[in-house]
Every structure is written in C-alpha cells, then in structure tokens.
C-alpha cells in the first residue's frame, strides 16, 4: 500500500451512519475521514494499528543492527538511494550522518511512540540535498556573511520576583 492511499468519505458520512462506516473497515485497510474546516482523520482497526507499530519496531531494530554492524552498515549505504532517491546528491559524509541520525531517531521515536520525530528528520535532510544539488543554493547557504560579531555573551539571571 503506498503512502497515503485511503478508502475516503465525508467526515458527516461517519456521523450520520457510524456503524456501516466503521463496517467499511472490514474491506480496506483505513478510511480516510476528509473534514472541510481540519486536518483529516484516519480510521482504522486497533489490531491493524498494533501490528504496523509492532512492524516499525522491529524495522527500527533490524536498521540498528545492521548500521553497528560494518558489512550491514555498508549494505545500508548502498542501498539507501533506492529508498530515498534524493541522498544521491548528498557527500558521503552526510549520507554517513543521516543514516546514524535516522536510526537514533527510529529507535528514539518508536519508545515513544510518535514517529513525526523521523518524518521531520527526513524532511530536513531531503532539503539539505536539494541544496546540495543547486549550485546557486549551496553558494548562498554556505558563502560567508562577514564578521559575526563573535559569541554571544550569556543573558544575565532575571532577578527575583518576591
């Protein structure tokens, strides 16, 4: 199933006939609740919802045994570009880098259970590499703006209110 491809049907379709739209469930995999004035809402079952946190766990485990490992850790370089494209255009190091901050982050988000943590990792790497890519891009994010005024001194403690 691709990301993002739902059955889909009005939020009101929910409310208006709960249980035959819940009984859609037992023909796909998630329902889409489309909502006009919010975000939309994913309907699903508990058991299917368990056994994909449960497949992201051990996913999770698999890519931190195979990065502390150097012949899994040089498969998973190799293969990185067929799962995202776009680390193509990223130096090696960065690969090295984002590949130790995407497993630290899997296994991080998986303990507690919120995996936007990695999608926003992912989101910031892709945009580094489309800097990467555009000469015009990186010279202008790595040129040199001039003296930086040096460090910035540490704010001084707010006094007290008694």
């Known amino acids: 199933m691709s990301v993002g491809a739902y059955d889909q049907v009005p939020f009101t ?3 208006r006939e709960p249980s035959a739209t819940a009984g ?3 023909d796909t ?17 508990a058991e299917r919802a368990a056994r994909e946190d449960e497949v992201i766990e051990v996913s999770a485990r698999l ?11 040089s498969i998973l370089r190799r293969v990185l570009p067929q799962a995202l494209p776009w680390v193509t255009f ?3 190091k ?24 990695v999608s926003q990792l992912l989101v910031e790497w892709r945009h580094t590499a489309e800097i990467y890519a555009d000469p015009l891009l990186y010279t202008a994010a790595t040129r040199v703006l001039g003296d930086d005024g040096g460090p910035v001194r ?3 403690a707010p006094e007290s209110v008694a």
């Open 13 to 15: 379709e929910l409310l």
């Open 24 to 26: 859609r469930l037992q």
């Open 29 to 45: 995999r998630r329902l889409r609740l489309r909502r006009r004035d919010a975000e939309d809402l994913v309907l699903q079952t």
């Open 63 to 73: 890519l931190a045994g195979l990065v502390h490992d150097a012949e899994g850790a």
């Open 90 to 92: 990223l130096p090696t």
């Open 94 to 117: 960065a690969i090295d880098d984002l590949v130790e901050a995407l497993v630290a982050t899997l296994q991080a988000a998986v303990s507690i259970d919120n995996l936007w943590p």
């Open 154 to 156: 540490r704010p001084e």
